[in-house]
């Protein structure tokens, strides 16, 4: 039997992803007077605690367990008189008695559309402090931070209103409390969130130089361990190397076979991708031109007969495409023949430029730096391999930054490398071996790889990010990892290698902006 004095609005079975820091301080805030009298409205006590976070940045991490995001930041003022909420907009909005915008009250809900204006979905919401005279002043948490403002001066949200909504318990005093009911929460991203998950390099068997190369079940099983996560992005990006050829094609020839391989998978293996939710991929690496040219055609006319974006080859060497409203920008570079040049910088940042001047979001991938277990360490300087120029990822980076790409996911060194952030724009330097199956070393570090989400505004502005530990076992295939090794090993490697980063990786794998 529950205490007549505590209310369960909600149940709430998943949690906001979205954080502002790991490290942020209380500052002294409180909660209410526990000395308030009975008869006070949980209206008021809601709003006059709800003030007192007022100026403080969005996704604020004050002393609730969660990141008070819009939905996270009312979820704690109610938690603080045993009234639960969801974390979700969405899933408030499904349990409020809806009224009329005429006849909204204090402490009644205005709920918005997200980015799309032409999704009726739930995407912001706000709290009415005060009606007086018809006009509504509400309290909430967006991307500027908690802020009380005047809805009727605000054309972005009056373009975007919905409907209001009243709780069952709006000016209940705290005695008269004794109501229980419950929905599941559904996980929602907030106002105008992208949600962009990047991985790193992926083969997912070869029939070259035999079929034996290729995986159990005919590979149908390789992703799907982490099939959930993948596909729960508003954009998600991988590195292919080698080619997807049936047929024979041109093999390259290579020098010093001990250090060469040569990829192609069957055709039908395209799709395992496209199911897995990959919206575009990358062909530059050193492995795209494994079967000479007509490994390079069959290669993009399946991806474009599946309607997955690439980039990187010389002749492909951006995609422009939307999704959901957003146009994004995509380009590639490595240092290998028949690709985008990832050392020719001023060609990169011209590239970058040009689809800065047309795109929303602009995602650039690199394959560069040196490769093997020991070269986890950025170094800030061309890094060479096998007597070839890898490149500098660190300066690659922030030149393509400083010419408009918002996220930079590097691959290349077969290792996990360090996350970064510059002017506001995510760096992750080394996604890893993430499915590369039977020709791989995948031993210690090799083995392990994240799958990284990022949360950016429409500007393609950081706002946070969240990382899933994976790892391969036998010959390969990446699995959840309940060890969390590679997460371990990204919050050493950041220490270490870029402690002037002003992003702050947790133990639950969040990624947040520290505070000055």
């Known amino acids: 039997m529950k205490n007549k004095h505590t209310i369960t609005i909600f149940l709430i079975v998943s949690i906001s992803l979205l954080c502002h820091t790991a490290n942020a301080s209380i500052e002294n805030i409180t909660g209410p007077d526990p000395i308030e009298k009975d008869s006070q409205s949980i209206t008021d006590l809601v709003i006059a605690y709800g003030k007192s976070f007022v100026g403080k940045p969005y996704c604020y991490k004050g002393p609730s367990a969660w990141k008070m995001d819009c939905s996270g930041y009312l979820s704690h003022l109610y938690s603080t008189h045993n009234i639960s909420i969801p974390h979700s907009a969405a899933a408030i909005a499904k349990n409020v008695i809806k009224v009329d915008l005429a006849t909204v009250e204090k402490g009644d809900f205005l709920f918005f559309k997200g980015r799309d204006l032409n999704r009726s979905s739930v995407g ?7 009606s007086k005279n018809g006009v ?17 001066k605000l054309d972005y949200y009056k373009r975007r209103f919905l409907f209001a909504g009243r709780l069952p318990v709006q000016n209940t005093t705290r005695e008269e409390i004794d109501i229980y009911s419950s929905i599941q929460d559904s996980l929602e991203i907030s106002e105008d969130t992208i949600s962009i998950i990047g991985v790193g390099d992926m083969m997912l068997g070869t029939n070259y130089p035999a079929d034996s190369y290729l995986p159990p079940n005919d590979g149908k099983d390789i992703l799907a361990p982490v099939k959930d996560i993948l596909i729960d992005a508003d954009l998600t990006f991988g590195n292919m190397e080698g080619t997807m050829l049936s047929d024979s094609g041109d093999v390259k020839k290579c020098s010093n076979p001990a250090v060469c391989y040569a990829f192609k998978s069957p055709d039908h293996y ?8 990959f919206d575009v991929l990358s062909l530059a690496n050193n492995h795209s031109g494994d079967f000479g040219v007509p490994g390079k055609t069959n290669t993009v006319r399946l991806l474009k007969e599946n309607a997955i974006e690439f980039a990187g080859l010389l002749e492909y060497p951006f995609t422009i495409f939307v999704k959901d409203s957003i146009t994004y920008g995509f380009c590639a570079f490595a240092p290998n023949n028949g690709t985008v040049s990832f050392n020719d910088h001023d060609n990169a940042v011209s590239l970058v430029k040009h689809l800065d001047s047309l795109c929303d979001v602009v995602i650039v991938s690199f394959h560069g730096g040196a490769e093997g277990s020991s070269r986890t360490h950025i170094t800030k300087s061309n890094e060479i391999f096998l007597g070839e120029n890898r490149g500098n990822p660190y300066k690659f980076s922030r030149a393509v930054i400083d010419a408009g790409a918002d996220i930079v996911f590097g691959h290349g060194p077969h290792v996990t490398r360090a ?8 760096i992750a330097y080394s996604l890893g071996n993430f499915a590369t199956y039977g020709r791989f070393n995948l031993k210690g570090v090799s083995g392990i790889a994240p799958i990284v989400k990022v949360y950016v505004n429409e500007k393609g502005e950081f706002i946070s990010g969240q990382i899933f530990s994976t790892k391969q076992i036998g010959e390969g295939g990446p699995i959840l990892d309940p060890e969390q090794r590679v997460l371990k090993e990204m919050i050493t490697l950041n220490k270490i290698d870029v402690p002037e980063s002003k992003l702050v990786i947790d133990d639950n794998g969040q990624v947040c902006i520290k505070q000055d």
């Open 124 to 130: 912001h919401i706000s709290m009415v402090i005060e």
């Open 136 to 152: 509504l002043t509400m309290m909430h948490s967006c991307k500027r931070g908690i802020l009380i403002e005047q809805y009727d």
């Open 270 to 277: 395209i799709s395992y991708f496209k199911e897995a939710g």
């Open 419 to 426: 996350i970064d952030i510059y002017k506001g724009r995510f």
